[in-house]
């Protein structure tokens, strides 16, 4: 991999106003934003963006599954009330300024070096790219769990910062808008993972920059109430019985960590069981 000095650091500087050029150059004058600092100019970017994929996301996906396959995959006394969605947004919207602060702060990193990323993927080849991915989620992926977990094990935890998300704990009352809405540090704490795995494991930016804002979509995704059957996805069939026992599916991404720690609940079994 490339040296860390000065220029090739210089590659992520580069990246991270092309972000900015991307977003903010259709709503603010180039010369307006480009005078705010540096942190500013992030913040503002991620903020713009992730609004708008939350709502974009949101949206869509309550169209297609309310409306257009309406009674098809929620039955309509499982549906959320408008209210209850408005209520979600509400709760996301306010969290959503803070949530910002981490995908700025992990760029504020990665600029200055500290972090183990690199800028592309010719610097290691795509095998070691798909080797780093995979050990990045698994990262990932072990993080969320255990702080997901602690959320719910540890008492003050839960009830000053978790309780906030799960309000919703029926079907007909969690929708794709709930995915995002949490106090802002709880969601803060459930996407540390994404940063500490920067440290850990050499991480090509762009994707560490996807992912977290892929975070909005799938989080929309496992929210539905939709179950998709595709092992070992921890989908929303999973999820659903999280929010209804609160003991049970922690994972994030796969059932791999709830399988190993004892805390896996399949819905297969759960509807043998009902039926």
């Known amino acids: ?38 942190p500013l100019q992030s913040w503002l970017r991620n903020y713009i963006g992730a609004t708008a994929l939350y709502f974009v996301s949101g949206f869509l996906w309550c169209f297609y599954i309310y409306y257009l396959k309406r009674n098809v ?31 700025t702060l992990s760029e504020c990193m990665v600029e200055n ?33 255990w702080a997901h977990r602690e959320l719910h094990d540890i008492k003050p935890l839960y009830k000053y910062l978790h309780a906030t998300h799960h309000v919703y704990n029926k079907q007909n009352t969690l929708s794709p808008f709930a995915g995002l809405a949490f106090h802002p540090l709880d ?9 500490i795995a920067l440290f850990l494991v050499p991480t090509h930016f762009m994707t560490h920059m ?3 804002f892929c ?27 999280h929010h209804t026992t609160y003991r049970h599916n922690y994972g994030h991404y796969t059932v791999w960590m709830d399988w190993m720690f004892g805390t ?8 043998e069981k009902a039926e």
């Open 1 to 38: 991999m490339a040296g860390r000095g000065a220029e090739y650091l210089h590659q992520f500087v580069e990246e991270t106003d092309w972000y900015n050029g991307i977003v903010l150059d259709g709503l603010l004058p180039g010369v307006a934003w480009r005078r705010l600092p540096r």
């Open 73 to 103: 995959y929620v039955p309509k006394d499982a549906r959320p009330s408008n209210k209850a969605m408005i209520l979600q947004i509400v709760v996301a919207m306010k969290a959503m300024p803070w949530y910002c602060v981490l995908p």
């Open 113 to 145: 070096g500290w972090t183990r990323c690199f800028s592309s993927i010719r610097e290691v080849g795509w095998p070691a790219y798909a080797v780093y991915l995979m050990t990045y989620l698994v990262i990932v992926e072990f993080g969320i769990y």
């Open 187 to 195: 969601g803060i704490l459930q996407a540390v993972p994404h940063v």
């Open 210 to 212: 996807l992912l977290l």
């Open 215 to 241: 975070e909005a979509v799938w989080t929309a995704n496992i929210h539905d109430c939709v179950h998709g059957k595709v092992w070992p996805v921890m989908g929303a069939g999973y999820h659903t019985i």
């Open 264 to 271: 896996l609940r399949d819905p297969e079994e759960e509807l």
